[in-house]
């Protein structure tokens, strides 16, 4: 497998803002971003709904008289919050702050300095099987209160997780292949079904 290029988004606000609202959704994966504003410092934050993030930014930079001159985000991956707390640990920020000191060529070497989970880690399914066999569970519990059928809906959404994620992995540099081994480990992991042989399937035939 090839990495794409660690930049999915390196353009002024509007245009990313465009952009941005193009791309699917695909629950599991995040984006990370760098906004240059107008008084010469950087916002720096991790989203996993990009336009909306980008659209709350510009609204709320302009309350204050301030633009967004540059905005970078980078291809969309799994461990957007640990690059996102790397970034500023790099830069020796608390995380605590919400708007950085350092300049554009800065922030960004901060980022380019973590390591992208582009395509899904082996042990993805695992760490989030637990958390999520909790909440289908009661989910179950719900619907079976309610009358409601709960397999047919899983089916649905393991069809919508994986439409997403291979729209997705389409549009920001990922193989076929690529984005549906994305989208079965988080079907595995937010439904409960057992994926591992079609999985496997796929490795062969790829």
Same mark, same amino acid.
């Given at each position: 497998?090839?990495?794409?290029?660690?930049?999915?988004?390196?353009?002024?606000?509007?245009?990313?803002?465009?952009?941005?609202?193009?791309?699917?959704?695909?629950?599991?994966?995040?984006?990370?971003?760098?906004?240059?504003?107008?008084?010469?410092?950087? %916002?720096?934050?991790?989203?996993?709904?990009?336009?909306?993030?980008?659209?709350?930014?510009?609204?709320?930079?302009?309350?204050?008289?301030?633009?967004?001159? $540059?905005?970078?985000?980078?291809?969309?991956?799994?461990?957007?919050?640990?690059?996102?707390?790397?970034?500023?640990?790099?830069?020796?920020?608390?995380? $605590?702050?919400?708007?950085?000191?350092?300049?554009?060529?800065?922030?960004?070497?901060?980022?380019?300095?973590?390591?992208?989970?582009?395509?899904?880690?082996?042990?993805?399914?695992?760490?989030? $099987?637990?958390?999520?066999?909790?909440?289908? %569970?009661?989910?179950?519990?719900?619907?079976?209160?309610?009358?409601?059928?709960?397999?047919?809906?899983?089916?649905?959404?393991?069809?919508?997780?994986?439409?997403?994620?291979?729209?997705?992995?389409? $549009?920001?540099?990922?193989?076929?292949?690529?984005?549906?081994?994305?989208?079965?480990?988080?079907?595995?992991?937010?439904?409960?079904?057992?994926?591992?042989?079609?999985?496997?399937?796929?490795?062969?035939?790829?």
């Amino acid at each position: 497998m090839r990495a794409p290029d660690f930049w999915l988004i390196d353009d002024d606000v509007n245009a990313a803002l465009a952009f941005a609202s193009s791309l699917p959704r695909a629950d599991g994966l995040g984006y990370v971003y760098v906004l240059a504003l107008s008084n010469g410092t950087c %916002k720096l934050g991790s989203t996993t709904n990009l336009a909306q993030r980008l659209a709350q930014h510009r609204t709320e930079t302009a309350r204050y008289g301030v633009s967004i001159w $540059r905005s970078l985000t980078t291809r969309p991956h799994f461990n957007y919050r640990a690059v996102e707390s790397g970034a500023l640990r790099w830069l020796g920020n608390d995380g $605590r702050r919400e708007v950085l000191p350092n300049d554009l060529s800065t922030v960004r070497r901060a980022v380019e300095a973590q390591t992208l989970e582009w395509t899904v880690p082996e042990d993805y399914a695992a760490r989030h $099987r637990s958390a999520w066999a909790l909440c289908n %569970k009661l989910m179950r519990n719900i619907a079976a209160g309610l009358g409601i059928t709960s397999q047919g809906e899983l089916t649905l959404e393991a069809s919508r997780l994986l439409d997403a994620h291979v729209e997705l992995g389409r $549009r920001t540099g990922l193989s076929e292949t690529e984005g549906m081994f994305n989208a079965l480990a988080v079907i595995e992991a937010t439904t409960g079904l057992d994926l591992r042989a079609l999985r496997a399937v796929l490795l062969e035939v790829q």
